[in-house]
């Protein structure tokens, strides 16, 4: 297995396979940290579609390459920020420009290497559908960045602008997920495997209203930290509400699993019985964090209900 400085060092000399591989290894954890700063929704995955962008074009710049899981926490925490102090809009250019601050300039020869991965970039835009296509390279590529110079030369409304760079960035994150061949990456390996004991847990606790399997995962001294700062303490107090879920007929219907060696994201559903429809809000993600092969700490974040209701009601802020 190639170490994280083997292979930014090989996404240095333009190798996208390789690049891809570390932000494979790192997804997990850093949908973590984007989770725990902006919350449970859209936000957090489009915040990992911008650092994924912004890794490409400053992969080059990273001076220590065995450092390589730092400098994407640095990047995803930058662009949480700008969400948040920004009315969570990121540009692109702004923030890889920001970035740009905490590096050296590259040497020619870095510089020269580095234009194979913009290649990757540019050729991966030519697999787009062609509005698409033309929206991102006028953005990223062209002299009109601004949303409204786009919208002018397109003809289209700023929304539909920033609706298909959206798209673009999404489609962008996952080619390069699929140049890298992941399907013997180890981190693949640890999310499938992963992915299958979670399956397998909420479907025996859905289909034979049995919580035990899923639970084996979970330490005795479990601490469960809640999206609005609560903590809750010991495995007994999740058995408890999972009795209750079994009791009032509660299933839960994963959705996406990353992982890797000591972070796992589940994310999934809620199905409420039809006699009691906002007893759980409307989907969650669980940030599992491992210890000696056991679930320790987690935290949990929820979607809000559509409709505001106040935190006395049911169970909206589990």
Partial sequence: MLSDAELVKAAQSGDAVS???????????????????LGQGPQAQDAIQDAFLIAVSSIDRLRDPAAA???????????????????RKVHFGEVAARLDSEFSEPSIEE???SLALREWVWTALGELP???????????FGSYASYEEISSILSVPVGTVKSRLNQVKAKLAEALLKTAGLAHDEARRVTETQARYFES????????????????????????????????????????????????GIKLHPTNVLASKEVTVVEADFE????????CPP?????????????????????????????????SDR
């Avoid at 932000?23 to 700063?37: D, F, N, V």
């Avoid at 409420?272 to 007893?279: I, M, S």
Wanted: net charge negative; glycine share 4%.
């Fill in 19 to 37: 690049l891809g591989v570390v932000l494979e290894r790192h997804r997990a954890p850093l949908y973590a940290l984007a989770l725990r700063m």
């Fill in 69 to 87: 899981g730092g400098w994407l926490r640095g990047i995803l925490r930058n662009v949480c920020l700008m969400r948040i102090r920004e009315e």
């Fill in 111 to 113: 510089a020269i290497d």
């Fill in 130 to 140: 062609e509005v698409l296509k033309v929206t991102a390279m006028l953005r990223y």
């Fill in 201 to 248: 847990a909420i479907e025996d606790f859905n289909r034979n209203q049995d919580h035990e399997m899923f639970v084996s995962a979970f330490a005795e001294d479990l601490a469960e930290v809640f999206s609005d700062g609560s903590i809750r303490r010991g495995r007994a107090l999740l058995i408890a509400e999972l009795y209750e879920d079994l009791e009032v």
């Fill in 272 to 279: 409420n019985p039809p006699d009691d429809p906002f007893h």
């Fill in 283 to 315: 989907a969650t993600s669980m940030v599992l964090f491992y210890r000696d092969g056991q679930i320790h700490r987690s935290s949990r974040y929820f979607t809000p209900h559509p409709e505001k209701r106040s935190t006395s009601e049911k169970r």
